[in-house]
Nanobody, 116 residues
Framework: QVQLVESGGGLVQAGGSLSLSCVIS????????QGWYRQAPGKQRELVAT????????YYADFVAGRFTISRDIADNTLRLQMNSLKPEDTAVYYC?????????WGQGTQVTVSS
């Protein structure tokens, strides 16, 4: 059974940093595509950043503007999101996502709150 477990969320002041982690487990599960999404209250879930396992290609939403870095640690099956220069509008629940072929899985989410 595939499981994604996020951690690292919390409360931070504007301009601060947080590092999110997502441990991906599951016998034989080898995702080719992974990403971070977020959902603010009253808004739809939106893509933050993605990474493709095969060639390491990364993609960031425009609002990231060089502030976040997505990475994957193959050794411990962990997806990370380093977030710097956080803004109040970054406040949301952040979700980890992993996909192998047509099967996609979500984590339970971790709350990130940025105070002004």
């Amino acid at each position: 059974q595939v499981q994604l477990v996020e951690s690292g969320g919390g409360l931070v002041q504007a301009g601060g940093s947080l590092s999110l982690s997502c441990v991906i487990s599951g016998s034989g599960f080898s995702p080719g595509f992974q990403g971070w999404y977020r959902q603010a209250p009253g808004k739809q879930r939106e893509l933050v950043a993605t990474i493709t396992t095969g060639n390491g290609a990364v993609y960031y939403a425009d609002f990231v503007a060089g502030r976040f870095t997505i990475s994957r640690d193959i050794a411990d099956n962990t997806l990370r999101l380093q977030m710097n220069s956080l803004k109040p509008e970054d406040t949301a629940v952040y979700y980890c996502y992993a996909q192998a072929l047509t099967n996609g899985y979500w984590g339970q989410g971790t709350q990130v709150t940025v105070s002004s």
